[in-house]
């Protein structure tokens, strides 16, 4: 599963007419399958594998139907569709599991004890960001010093903040792992940009050793926990309003309501 080989694939694609749009979404779904790929060939098995991969690593059902539905298409075009697979899963209407706040904690100190910096920052971000995991390359040196990290491209671009305290760790980070520029989380060997497995397997380890269900082990558990937090916030900013609301009413009503 070459590059080469997808780019010919994606040519096909577009002599039959698709859309920019659908061959964007093709490159990205055949990519995401790459990644999962040990050697970057499909033999048989090879998709089952992935898939198992692509669901451990925290995908819906639905975006990993869509991957293979992908690798599928590459499949047949490259002459082996003995390699396609063909079963479809079943759509998951469950929510994710829920992370407590002393989990999160917990992980942290874990984190911390044995001296892993880099998944402790990690769980740290997704915990306290608005920040899609596939957006984490966008948390460069260059943003966190600016104080400013936008993700996202088009209508969807927006900036989100990270707390001083968190940005000041990351910068130190950066230091002593003499990150200068680029993306601040790299894999280890090569130090190129962590993608969304590794990060997944990372905080799995943690929470294996944490003690804490491996299934709460990835940044969209992390980051509901985050939403959690700031709905309740936001709740309680609500309700004060009311409240005040509610005795400066009375308040005027004691003054001036038509019956004294």
């Known amino acids: 599963m070459s590059t080469e080989n997808i780019e010919e694939f994606l040519r096909e694609l577009a002599q039959k007419g698709r859309t920019p749009e659908t061959i964007e979404r093709y490159r990205r779904n055949l ?5 999962t790929l040990d050697d970057g060939c499909i033999r048989r ?3 089952e594998k992935s898939r198992e991969r692509l669901l451990d690593a925290g995908y819906a059902p639905r975006t990993v139907n869509v991957d293979i539905s992908a ?18 899963l079943a759509a998951k209407n469950t929510l994710p599991p829920e992370l407590s706040r002393n989990e999160y904690i917990h992980l942290l100190q874990t984190a911390k004890l044995l001296q892993r910096e880099k998944v402790y920052l990690l769980v740290k971000v997704f915990a306290n960001a608005d ?16 104080g400013q990290i936008i993700i996202g491209e088009g209508k969807g671009r927006r900036s989100i903040r990270i707390p001083r305290c968190i940005t000041q760790e990351l910068l130190s980070y950066a230091e002593r792992n ?12 090569s130090r190129t940009p962590m993608d969304r497995t590794s990060v997944t397997s990372a905080i799995r380890e943690l929470c294996a050793v944490a003690k804490v269900p491996v299934e709460k082990g990835n940044p ?7 939403l959690a937090r700031r709905k309740a916030i936001e709740d ?7 409240q005040t609301l509610e005795r400066q009413v009375e308040e005027e009503q004691l003054s001036v309501g038509w019956e004294e």
């Not at 990519?31 to 990644?35: F, K, N, P, T």
């Not at 569709?81 to 063909?86: V, Y």
């Not at 003499?178 to 989380?185: A, H, S, T, V």
């Not at 969209?220 to 985050?226: A, D, F, S, V």
């Open 131 to 146: 920040l899609p995991v596939q957006e984490l390359d966008d948390i460069t040196v260059q943003a966190v010093r600016s």
């Open 220 to 226: 969209r558990c992390l980051r509901r926990l985050y």
């Open 71 to 88: 690798a599928n298409s590459f499949v047949a075009f490259m002459g082996h569709r003995e390699f396609q697979l063909l079963n479809a």
């Open 236 to 242: 309680n900013i609500a309700l004060l309003v009311e």
């Open 45 to 47: 098995g090879t998709l």
């Open 178 to 189: 003499r990150i200068q520029e680029g993306p601040l989380f790299l894999t280890k060997g």
């Open 31 to 35: 990519d995401r399958l790459a990644g």
